[in-house]
């Protein structure tokens, strides 16, 4: 078995899209794509995933798995659009059922909330393959309930947004049902992980304009994340939620959920209606 992952950045949400390979068995596992959004004029796009599609169609890669860390906040899932035009199924952590309830509430959906809208909830420890590597699901929450994290063949751990790049730390903890502790213990179950375990991010934010950084070691990160080195529990949640409190609300929190809730699909048009509409509530995100 022979892994190989290849990273596609996007540059307008900063999101490390992955096609994770069984190079042997010739299958792969897509993670965390992007439905490309123009946040001025509402319209959407599909060049992120066009570059994707011609990447394993040029491989030869059947697509076993759409994989998603979490529901997004920042960028519109793609995970349908793919399935489109790919196949695969789509897999989310099983705690996703409760975020739908929260965001169905905010934007009054017409949504069944028990993740019905993704092929697969994975439950922590649950094991599944990619071709013929092993991967195995881990619940870390913290950043939202339903993180989920997948360590992929005991050499690489995909992370979602629980960790970022060792000079940009770790994820907020503001959104509904985030939390800070919980970030911590979820932190340290990957930490647990062997030194030279790979570990690839979902964002990088390329502080002081460095180059773009998608993946580095579980060791790596011991030694050197701003967040987690020299910190303990209590020290990493009083710095983590004065950090959060300082955060402006993601530019594209509103559409992102909106769709992402439906796995990465836009709500039904109403009877009589010839387009689709997304809605603002007022005075629910956000600070005061």
Partial sequence: MKLEVTCFFEKVTWTCQYVIADTEKKVCALLDLVWDFDHNSGRMDTHSLNEIVEFVKSKGYKVEWILETHMHADHLSGAKEAKKVLGGHIGIGENVPGVQKVFKSIFDLDIECNGSQFDRLFKDGEEFKIGDLPVKVMYTPGHTPACVTYLVNN?????????????????????PGGSAKQMWHSIQKIMALPDATKLYYCHDYMPNGRAMQYVSTVGGHRQNNIHIKGFDEAKYIEMREARDKTLLVPKLILPSLQVNVYGGELPAKHPGETHHHLKIPINVLGKK
Avoid: K, L, P, Q
């Fill in 155 to 175: 050499e690489a751990v995909f992370v979602g947004d629980t960790i970022f790049a060792e000079d940009y730390g770790t994820a907020r903890c503001d959104f």
